[in-house]
């Protein structure tokens, strides 16, 4: 067959394999980036689906329109309009999960060749998004704070990217954040160069501790914003919403027609439903406090049972955790070891576009009880031993 010059550079699923080891053997899997499904609210969701039923009856069965259902369009108007200054909700169209947000853009924006900025490192599923379209991926060095102003000036002196795309909270794979200083600096330069920044913001509303810092779309014009519902409710709603200007919005509205014509309108109906007449604010809390103590865990774990050999950057909140395995070079070839001690994470080199091997590793955290993370953590210490 002749497939499209592009899939030639997929990277081959070795992710995909080791995942469904894991779910079949007994390894403990530190792989997944899910979110916790004993905590999905799921007899109330049940309720708002049958509420949809009987309430709306069947237009909610119905075809419906591409910008997605309108109630719900207001209330996300409504809840991020408190900073910023969207004029309409035809600055909102709602997507199926963030991640075809991150498609569509990338559909309605890039041509073969293009270059777009990438946090170092970066989402894996984005790269994947974007992928199709052949982009040219350039790196932009980030440390702990997240992306290092100097360093995206100096790349944007050398080429005109279609956009910038960064996750400013608890960032996939770090769980770092974009501090305030470096938001308002990476705006300064983003009006001088007159850049698109693309901001994907699934995990904000997991924040453990400080306050929440102003989005980028908040603090510039030039944004496109993605939000979901994944983390804070489900992923398996797969409802998600991109906020550009309206002209944008109509562009992507067209590429989302000619995907899927709109987004699940039965679900859409039930999500509204529940943010609307249940408690949405104690969820949100719930999630909050069961992560925060799943990070502690970890964290705590990772001091018990590696000690000096691992270096931990701790997460403020989100998902993740961030580590170097300090006797070793390569997180990759150490994931051999790991698996032999029956505990699995994601190797760093997954999330650099230019593949590049290091000693640093996701491991995620919310989806195992602290018991489970106990144990993994004491595995990936046994692993560090046999080095
Ligand atoms: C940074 C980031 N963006 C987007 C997504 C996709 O999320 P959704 O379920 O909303 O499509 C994920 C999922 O893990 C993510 O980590």
Same mark, same amino acid.
């Given at each position: 067959?002749?497939?499209?010059?592009?899939?030639?550079?997929?990277?081959?699923?070795?992710?995909?394999?080791?995942?469904?080891?894991?779910?079949?053997?007994?390894?403990?899997?530190?792989?997944?980036?899910?979110?916790?499904?004993?905590?999905?609210?799921?007899?109330?969701?049940?309720?708002?689906?049958?509420?949809?039923?009987?309430?709306?009856?069947?237009?909610?069965?119905?075809?419906?329109?591409?910008?997605?259902?309108?109630?719900?369009?207001?209330?996300?108007?409504?809840?991020?309009?408190?900073?910023?200054?969207?004029?309409?909700?035809?600055?909102?169209?709602?997507?199926?999960?963030?991640?075809?947000?991150?498609?569509? @853009?990338?559909?309605?924006?890039?041509?073969?060749?293009?270059?777009?900025? @990438?946090?170092?490192?970066?989402?894996?599923?984005?790269?994947?998004?974007?992928?199709?379209?052949?982009?040219?991926?350039?790196?932009?060095?980030?440390?702990?704070?997240?992306?290092?102003?100097?360093?995206?000036?100096?790349?944007?002196?050398?080429?005109?990217?279609?956009?910038?795309?960064?996750?400013?909270?608890?960032?996939?794979?770090?769980?770092?954040?974009?501090?305030?200083?470096?938001?308002?600096?990476?705006?300064?330069?983003?009006?001088?160069?007159?850049?698109?920044?693309?901001?994907?913001?699934?995990?904000? #509303?997991?924040?453990?501790?400080?306050?929440?810092?102003?989005?980028?779309?908040?603090?510039?014009?030039? @944004?496109?914003?993605?939000?979901?519902?994944?983390?804070?409710?489900?992923?398996?709603?797969?409802?998600?919403?991109?906020?550009?200007?309206?002209?944008?919005?109509? &562009?992507?509205?067209?590429?989302?027609?000619?995907?899927?014509?709109?987004?699940?309108?039965?679900?859409?109906?039930?999500?509204?439903?529940?943010?609307?007449?249940?408690?949405?604010?104690?969820?949100?809390?719930?999630?909050?406090?069961?992560?925060?103590?799943?990070?502690?865990?970890?964290?705590?774990?990772?001091?018990?049972?590696?000690?000096?050999?691992?270096?931990?950057?701790?997460?403020?909140?989100?998902?993740?955790?961030?580590?170097?395995?300090?006797?070793?070079?390569?997180?990759?070839?150490?994931?051999?070891?790991?698996?032999? #001690?029956?505990?699995?994470?994601?190797?760093?080199?997954?999330? &650099?576009?230019?593949?590049?091997?290091?000693?640093?590793?996701?491991?995620?955290?919310?989806?195992?009880?602290? #018991? @489970?993370?106990?144990?993994?953590?004491?595995?990936?210490?046994?692993?560090?031993?046999?080095?």
């Amino acid at each position: 067959m002749k497939y499209a010059s592009w899939t030639n550079d997929l990277r081959q699923s070795f992710l995909g394999e080791i995942l469904k080891t894991a779910s079949y053997t007994e390894t403990i899997s530190f792989a997944g980036g899910l979110p916790a499904q004993e905590l999905f609210p799921n007899q109330e969701l049940k309720e708002c689906f049958n509420q949809v039923f009987e309430e709306d009856g069947p237009i909610a069965l119905q075809y419906a329109e591409a910008r997605g259902y309108e109630p719900l369009r207001q209330w996300i108007y409504d809840r991020i309009n408190t900073r910023s200054k969207l004029k309409t909700t035809s600055e909102i169209i709602i997507t199926t999960g963030s991640q075809q947000g991150l498609s569509l @853009v990338a559909q309605t924006f890039l041509d073969p060749g293009d270059i777009v900025l @990438v946090e170092s490192p970066t989402y894996l599923g984005a790269l994947q998004a974007f992928q199709g379209y052949r982009p040219r991926f350039v790196m932009v060095p980030c440390d702990e704070e997240g992306i290092i102003p100097e360093e995206l000036a100096e790349i944007l002196t050398k080429c005109q990217p279609k956009y910038l795309y960064v996750i400013p909270n608890y960032q996939n794979p770090t769980g770092r954040q974009l501090s305030l200083a470096r938001r308002l600096e990476i705006i300064e330069i983003a009006r001088r160069f007159n850049l698109l920044i693309l901001e994907d913001n699934p995990y904000g #509303e997991l924040r453990f501790e400080g306050e929440a810092l102003p989005d980028l779309r908040d603090l510039y014009e030039n @944004v496109i914003y993605l939000g979901s519902f994944s983390k804070i409710l489900s992923p398996g709603l797969r409802v998600g919403f991109l906020v550009a200007d309206q002209k944008t919005v109509s &562009y992507i509205e067209r590429a989302k027609e000619g995907v899927d014509l709109f987004s699940n309108n039965l679900t859409q109906r039930a999500v509204y439903k529940y943010i609307t007449s249940r408690n949405f604010k104690e969820h949100i809390l719930k999630l909050r406090k069961v992560y925060c103590e799943r990070r502690d865990t970890m964290l705590q774990a990772f001091k018990d049972y590696l000690g000096s050999d691992v270096q931990v950057e701790t997460p403020k909140g989100g998902l993740f955790i961030w580590a170097k395995i300090l006797k070793t070079k390569d997180s990759l070839e150490f994931l051999n070891y790991a698996q032999a #001690e029956k505990v699995i994470y994601v190797p760093g080199t997954f999330f &650099y576009p230019d593949g590049r091997r290091s000693n640093e590793m996701r491991i995620n955290y919310s989806c195992s009880s602290p #018991e @489970v993370i106990e144990e993994g953590i004491k595995r990936l210490g046994r692993a560090v031993e046999r080095i």
